[in-house]
């Protein structure tokens, strides 16, 4: 621990490296220590804890999640400006930290939890890659306990978003059928360096044991994207493309014909699947 409170300040440590954030990257660096050691406890205990973190930039979550007592660490970093700065954390580490530099939408998640085990998502997203690598991860959720992971508000608003809303879509029913989905705390723009033009929301996402309602994931993707293609129009009308008749189908799992799609639960979104299913055999 004294050699990771040696460490330079993280302004310093961007000063030293000539570091800036790239809008191309998605990146905002989080550089308030309260906020990111909030984040850390929130992610806790990490004691047994094989942490992976997404863009950790300079590495401010980095160090909060050492301090409060990670196990183990594995950041995945594509900006090579940011290595050295991550390199000197991890020399400070005694061990506990380990650098992958490549892109994580191109990261073999499948062979690193076969070497390392269950892991714990725990980061900063960079914004332009943050609904992509969410689905690829719920996707495979058998390799990873939790998720505490920042999101723009907007897409934190639809993971949580219930029927009804206008934020409730596709991204809430893929979050919710797998995942409790939890937001924590909202951080304002001036949080981050450079400040961004909105708002950002730390999320918790906690794995169910069995998904909310039986349906196969790859029909209930389909039913759910020819739902929400068109979303003003009444599900008899937007689901003509999957089913012949889809007014009779509708009625017959107890969905209104007329109802749109941002009104239907997940249960019956799941009951559809599971139709479509059965007539396809």
């Known amino acids: 621990m004294d050699r990771l409170t040696a460490l330079p300040a993280l302004r310093e440590v961007i000063a030293a490296h000539g570091l800036s954030a790239r ?11 309260n906020i990111t050691r909030r984040i850390a ?11 992976l973190e997404i863009g950790p930039g300079p590495g401010g979550l980095t160090r909060a999640l050492l ?5 183990k660490i594995i950041v995945v970093e594509r900006d090579e400006r940011c290595l050295p700065a991550l390199e000197q954390i991890a020399t400070a580490s005694n061990g506990r930290l380990h650098i992958v530099s490549g892109d994580a939408l191109s990261l073999d998640i499948e062979a690193l939890a076969s070497q390392h ?9 960079p914004y332009n890659i943050s609904t992509p690598l969410l689905i690829s991860w719920l996707k495979r959720l058998t390799l ?59 999320v918790e996402l906690t794995p169910r044991q069995h998904p909310l309602a039986e349906a ?16 003003r129009k009444m599900l008899r009308a937007a689901l003509k493309r ?3 008749d889809p007014e009779t189908t509708l009625k017959a799992v107890g969905i209104d014909p007329q109802a749109r799609a941002e009104t239907v639960g997940i249960e019956k979104f799941c ?8 007539i396809r055999g």
């Open 41 to 51: 406890r929130a992610a806790g205990p990490l004691d047994s804890a094989t942490v």
């Open 117 to 125: 085990g269950l892991l714990r998502v725990v980061a900063n997203l």
């Open 216 to 231: 196969d994931p790859d029909i209930l993707e389909e039913v759910v994207a020819a739902a929400f293609e068109q979303r």
């Open 144 to 202: 990873f306990d939790r998720f505490i992971l920042m999101f723009q508000a907007e897409v934190a608003d639809r993971l949580a978003a219930q029927p009804g809303t206008k934020a409730y879509g596709r991204l809430s029913i893929a979050a919710q059928w797998r995942c409790e989905v939890r937001p924590l705390f909202t951080l304002l723009p001036r949080a981050f360096m450079p400040a961004p033009k909105v708002s950002s929301t730390v």
């Open 67 to 71: 301090e409060e007592g990670a196990a």
């Open 242 to 244: 999957i089913f012949a």
């Open 23 to 33: 809008r191309s990257l998605g990146q905002n660096f989080l550089l308030d220590l």
């Open 271 to 278: 009951a559809l699947a599971r139709e479509l299913s059965r």
